[in-house]
């Protein structure tokens, strides 16, 4: 990992300037909600922008078709009778190669693929979101819990996750961290933080990993390219994002426009890491 940015207000994020219409209108079910809404007197700005959104998220689903996945644990087995966990892990949990890790809560996810679809026919990045592109923790804790006869089984399932998604943001470039309402959090003495213990880590795990220079900057010299409360109790994690770039819609519609003039010779990473040099906005 080389940059980190936090996303704030998401939402606010109009995506007709990024996308023309003629990208949704491809889509048949984008055409078939549309129309049913014009038909149920439902047209409206705001109901257009949720269904384009949707169409986004999945459109990006729709390039990860789900892998046949060994569900029984058997094919993992060794000999004596235990299991593989780097096997399992490196099944459930491929490290693949992308650009860009997006961090964000659960509740967030749909928009999360939308924004990663942005990134990818906007400024031609590869973007990792951990539900489309894995997706299965769920199955392998169920199948953890029922059939390898472990007390500790759960511990074992986020230890392998953990670690996978621990290498995946040391692999790729470049996190965006969605911070809204539903991921950060302030408590009354106005520290942020978050009630997510998968945030709190991927958070933790960009401040602390050892920051790598992009392939691309090796034949360059640094001196060029330098320009409310819950009703239930929960855990909450004191979280410092101090370490991430703050950037807004308008922010990232600035960089789309550098990117237009610049596109050809200059990598759409190095035109942002160029706009919002570190600490810039912070």
Same mark, same amino acid.
């Given at each position: 990992?080389?940059?980190?940015?936090?996303?704030?207000?998401?939402?606010?994020?109009?995506?007709?300037?990024?996308?023309?219409?003629?990208?949704?209108?491809?889509?048949?079910?984008? %055409?078939?909600?549309? %129309?049913?809404?014009f038909?149920?007197n439902?047209?409206?700005?705001d109901?257009?922008?949720?269904?384009?959104?949707?169409?986004?998220?999945?459109n990006?689903?729709?390039?990860f078709?789900?892998?046949?996945?060994?569900?029984?644990?058997?094919?993992?087995?060794?000999?004596?009778?235990d299991?593989?966990?780097?096997?399992i892990?490196?099944?459930?949990?491929? *490290?693949?190669?992308?650009d %860009?890790f997006?961090?964000?809560?659960?509740r967030?996810?749909?928009?999360?693929?939308?924004?990663?679809?942005?990134? *990818?026919? $906007?400024?031609?990045?590869? $973007?990792?979101?951990?539900?489309?592109?894995?997706?299965?923790?769920?199955?392998?804790?169920?199948? @953890?819990?029922?059939?390898t006869?472990?007390?500790?089984?759960?511990s074992?399932?986020h230890?392998?996750?953990?670690?996978?998604?621990?290498?995946?943001i040391? !692999?790729?470039?470049?996190?965006f961290?969605?911070n809204?309402?539903?991921?950060?959090?302030?408590?009354?003495?106005?520290?942020?933080g978050?009630?997510?213990?998968w945030?709190?880590?991927?958070?933790?795990?960009? !401040?602390?990993?050892?920051?790598?220079?992009?392939?691309?900057?090796?034949s360059?010299? @640094?001196?060029?390219? !330098?320009?409310?409360?819950?009703?239930?109790?929960? @855990?909450?994690?004191?979280?410092?994002?101090?370490?991430?770039?703050?950037?807004?819609?308008?922010?990232?519609?600035?960089? *789309?426009?550098?990117?237009?003039?610049?596109?050809?010779?200059?990598?759409?990473?190095?035109?942002?890491?160029?706009?919002?040099?570190?600490?810039?906005?912070?």
């Amino acid at each position: 990992m080389y940059r980190g940015f936090s996303i704030e207000n998401i939402e606010n994020i109009s995506v007709d300037k990024f996308l023309s219409d003629d990208f949704f209108y491809n889509d048949s079910f984008y %055409v078939k909600f549309l %129309v049913t809404d014009f038909l149920n007197n439902a047209f409206t700005y705001d109901i257009v922008s949720k269904r384009k959104v949707s169409c986004l998220a999945r459109n990006f689903d729709a390039q990860f078709p789900k892998r046949a996945i060994h569900e029984n644990l058997e094919k993992y087995c060794t000999m004596n009778g235990d299991f593989n966990a780097f096997a399992i892990q490196e099944d459930w949990f491929p *490290q693949l190669d992308f650009d %860009v890790f997006i961090s964000h809560s659960h509740r967030d996810e749909e928009w999360a693929k939308a924004f990663a679809m942005i990134l *990818q026919e $906007v400024f031609g990045l590869k $973007v990792f979101v951990d539900s489309a592109v894995w997706g299965y923790f769920d199955t392998l804790l169920k199948e @953890m819990r029922c059939n390898t006869g472990m007390s500790n089984a759960v511990s074992h399932a986020h230890m392998m996750l953990t670690m996978a998604l621990m290498k995946m943001i040391d !692999r790729t470039e470049c996190l965006f961290f969605l911070n809204t309402p539903k991921s950060i959090n302030l408590d009354e003495e106005f520290n942020t933080g978050t009630y997510s213990p998968w945030l709190y880590m991927e958070i933790g795990i960009s !401040r602390m990993i050892e920051k790598k220079y992009p392939e691309r900057y090796k034949s360059f010299s @640094m001196e060029n390219l !330098r320009e409310k409360k819950l009703l239930k109790s929960s @855990m909450w994690y004191q979280t410092d994002i101090s370490h991430l770039t703050t950037l807004d819609a308008d922010d990232l519609n600035s960089w *789309q426009e550098k990117y237009q003039s610049c596109r050809g010779y200059m990598h759409s990473l190095d035109i942002l890491y160029k706009l919002y040099p570190p600490e810039s906005k912070n």
